[in-house]
């Protein structure tokens, strides 16, 4: 990744600005595979803290969350954990598909970037972001850009010094201009969005207090919540990667 931060920082002065003053970002990751897709699955229109919430009581109540132990549920005990109806459905879907072989996120992994978002999209449950985070976070791919991301567009805001927020069409243009290192783009906006919080009228920094607004209703913007409680505990830890622990 830090061959991409250089590319980056030499041929766009604003993020070479952003590296400057807060250091590369860190490698926010979690593991491929199911967990991760249901995870960021219940994470889709709600708050991060009932995302998180309702992952850890499906774990606790079922175990390990694998699409072998998911496939011997009903809907109606993946619910009974509190998952929404439509969310179990989705959940169980990508069980099935996977025990039954119609989907290898192995295989999936080798996959280009075209092709496996392509093929994550037409899992029920599964959209275009939801794809771009699998894609960047679980398999590492150097050049995704998540559109709609509600935190870059604040980012892309406030670095860039735009008169208004750009829009999903304009920002896609301007991150046009970072490939091939469109994810790490994206990973130093999230790092200017979470360390600048504090001071751009946010309550506080996300190294104290990443959480206090986690009732809030989120849509993509649960992610950049859930990279704020990663990256307090980065600071808090040390290490320059930081794995989900959900």
Sequence with gaps: MLEGVDALCAHDPDLGT????FGPPPL????????????????????????LATYGRLRDTWGDITAERFATLTAAQVQSAGVTRQKAGYCLGIAQ???????????LGRADDEEAHARLVKIRGVG???????LLMALLRPDVWPDGDIALITAAHQIKRLRRRPDTQRLRRLAASWAPWRSVAA??????????????????SPATRGLESLNEPLTQLSWSRNLARERSTELLEGPHQCHARR
């Excluded at 952003?18 to 003053?21: F, L």
């Excluded at 598909?97 to 295989?107: A, F, K, N, T």
């Excluded at 275009?128 to 699998?134: G, H, L, Q, R, V």
């Excluded at 990973?187 to 506080?204: A, V």
């Design 97 to 107: 598909q996977i025990v039954d072989g119609s989907l290898d996120l192995r295989r």
């Design 187 to 204: 990973r130093i906006l999230w790092h200017h969005y979470l360390s600048t919080k504090g001071r751009r009228g946010f309550s506080q």
């Design 28 to 51: 926010w990751a979690r593991r491929p595979g199911f967990a991760t897709l249901v995870q960021i699955v219940l994470e889709q229109q709600v708050s991060l803290a009932s995302a």
């Design 18 to 21: 952003v590296v400057r003053r």
């Design 128 to 134: 275009p972001w939801t794809a771009d985070i699998y």
